[in-house]
């Protein structure tokens, strides 16, 4: 069954940059669709950019213009660009696989399973 594994987060000052990584093992992510969701302190879990395995994409319109997801079905891998990142964007970030939905939907969606997740603090 395939497994997600995400990586990448750390600390960074307001307007910085991070990548985080979303990576399958045991199984090929080709065609699996793959979101990103964020849980800011406090807050329900949101996705804030998901991507189809035909490459059509959705974004928060918290994230539109700084964040952009992409897929490397080589590496079994969709990552997460993150730039010019704003204190806001704090948070634990998680990723999650769709067979179905599109990217606007898969979004949208509520999820059960989740991974360890990978922290992201934006911070002075």
């Known amino acids: 069954q395939l497994q997600l594994v995400e990586s990448g987060g750390g600390l960074v000052q307001p307007g910085g940059s991070l990548r985080l990584s979303c990576t399958a093992s045991?199984?090929?992510?080709?065609?699996?669709?793959v979101g990103w969701f964020r849980q800011a302190p406090g807050k329900e879990r949101a996705g804030v950019a998901c991507?189809?395995?035909?490459?059509?994409?959705y974004y928060a319109e918290s994230v539109k213009g700084r964040f952009t997801i992409s897929r490397d079905n080589l590496k079994n891998t969709v990552f997460l660009q993150m730039d010019n990142l704003k204190e806001e964007d704090t948070g634990v970030y998680y990723c999650?696989?769709?067979?179905?939905?599109?990217?606007?939907?898969?979004?949208?969606?509520?999820?059960?399973?989740w991974g360890q997740g990978t922290q992201v603090t934006v911070s002075q």
């Open positions: 999650v696989k769709e067979t179905y939905l599109g990217a606007q939907a898969m979004c949208r969606s509520t999820y059960t399973s």
């Open positions: 991507v189809t395995n035909g490459g059509s994409t």
């Open positions: 045991r199984s090929s992510l080709d065609y699996y669709g």
